[in-house]
């Protein structure tokens, strides 16, 4: 099944997305089941992008994916929430007047990974080749090619050999480099 027969992207019965109008798709994405995205703002989804099940997409913010980007199970991307830590209260059900509303861009470098259930929070940009460890809650920008437990980097990404890899990719025919959802 594909819910909403977007060309080159593979949706599912259980997939929601609120605002498709927003959103910018590139060719052979996967948004599997389960997954919530709800765009408010522009969303830009580039190609060979995996956006896993029981992943959200939320906030009311603008979210760039880069080229083979992945977001694993589980994860919450939040383009904007609530900061109690000065005047504001309440929720969604009040005034902005009365709110201190957070929200800021998220972008996700081509050949990142966000590992299952991690969270990113508002205006964060992950680095290209980054890869976020599971269970991650990132607050801060993240450099290209590390690797990450949250914001602590313990780690580099062989970005020499990701760069080979992607030159035999690139030297396949395209029916070649699709995964069987595609053919």
């Not at 599912?12 to 798709?25: C, Q, S, V």
């Not at 992945?70 to 609530?82: K, N």
Request: charged letters at 25%.
């Amino acid at each position: 099944m594909d819910k909403y027969k977007i060309p080159n992207v593979k949706t599912f019965e259980y997939t929601k997305i609120i605002g498709i109008e927003n959103i910018d798709f590139g060719n052979y994405v996967i948004i599997d089941d389960f997954a919530l995205i709800y765009a408010k703002e522009k969303i830009k989804i580039g190609n060979y992008v995996h956006i896993s099940s029981f992943t959200s997409i939320t906030g009311g913010g603008e979210v760039i994916m880069e080229d083979f980007s992945a977001i694993s199970s589980g994860c919450r991307v939040i383009t904007g929430t609530d900061d109690f830590k000065n005047s504001g209260f309440g929720n969604s059900t009040i005034s902005n007047e009365f709110r201190n509303v957070k929200t800021g861009k998220i972008k996700i470098g081509k050949f990142a990974i966000i590992g299952g259930n991690s969270v990113i929070l508002p205006g964060v940009t992950i680095g290209e080749g980054t890869s976020v460890g599971a269970g991650s809650v990132v607050t801060k920008d993240l450099e290209p090619w590390g690797i990450y437990v949250g914001n602590r980097k313990i780690g580099t990404r062989d970005k020499e050999a990701v760069m080979k890899s992607y030159e035999n990719f690139l030297s396949l025919s395209e029916e070649q480099r699709v995964g069987s959802l595609f053919q």
